[in-house]
């Protein structure tokens, strides 16, 4: 298993461009995740899915877009980049397949994004 | 509410001491708390977790201890060594209800263990 993989690994915009960051995962996961992380903020939880065609906002969801259509993929959409969505973006899956289930996420190795 | 408090945000630590983690939370209903470790470019990764049943949890030479009363939790690394370097973040979730047991995460503790 590739566990979960996200591209690009760098990327540098100009304000006002769009983009979209890709996430896949091949553990059959039915929850996905992804979070920012800004120097000394930890992690915050931009959108999630709970399944194909289910998804919902988190902490910080504003400037950002997700859809989710198949289990495997999870791409987050940004629109109108500006500097404050300088950060590094991580994608996360995990079972959940029951209430009580399995809690560990598991992590992609990111992607270090940076708005000019 | 569903702030999670860590301290310290930096720790420096010689080989073979003890690294000590902290931990504080407000909401109750809180019924998951790990810990990540995540090396420099790379995801966060699980390190150890633990549920509010049990007071302490332990792993090799990590050992997370619960104060449920305090709403306060710790990891601690005995016999820290150079390859313990990393930032730790801790987390907590509640498995019912509308948050879909989503983590919130504090805000890190980088590590350094010097040799």
């Known amino acids: 298993n590739a566990g979960v993989t996200q591209t690009p690994k760098f990327r540098i915009l100009k304000i006002g461009q769009s983009m979209t960051l890709q996430c896949t995962q091949d553990m059959n996961h039915n929850y996905m995740y992804w979070y920012r992380q800004d120097p000394g903020m930890g992690l915050k939880l931009i959108y999630y899915?709970?399944?194909?065609?289910?998804?919902d906002k988190g902490e910080v969801p504003n400037g950002y877009n997700v859809s989710r259509s198949t289990t495997e993929d999870f791409p987050l959409r940004l629109e109108l980049a500006a500097p404050s969505q300088t950060s590094v973006y991580f994608c996360?899956?995990?079972?959940?397949?029951?209430?009580?289930?399995?809690?560990?996420?598991?992590f992609g190795p990111g992607t270090r994004l940076t708005v000019l | 509410q569903q702030q999670v408090k860590q301290s310290p945000q930096s720790l420096i630590v010689q080989k073979g001491g003890i690294s000590i983690i902290n931990c504080a939370y407000e909401n109750t209903a809180f019924d998951y708390f790990p810990w990540y470790q995540q090396f420099p470019g790379k995801g966060p990764a699980l390190l150890i977790a633990?549920?509010?049943?049990?007071s302490e949890k332990k792993e090799g030479r990590f050992t997370i201890s619960f104060n449920k009363s305090a709403k306060q939790f710790s990891l601690h690394i005995m016999d820290s060594q150079p390859g313990d370097s990393a930032t730790y973040f801790c987390?907590?979730?509640?498995?019912?209800?509308?948050?879909?047991?989503?983590?919130?995460f504090g805000k890190g503790t980088k590590l350094s263990v010097k040799p």
């Open positions: 996360a899956s995990t079972p959940r397949a029951t209430k009580v289930g399995t809690d560990t996420q598991y």
């Open positions: 987390a907590a979730s509640q498995s019912y209800g509308g948050s879909q047991g989503n983590l919130i």
């Open positions: 899915s709970v399944g194909a065609g289910i998804t």
């Open positions: 633990i549920r509010p049943d049990v």
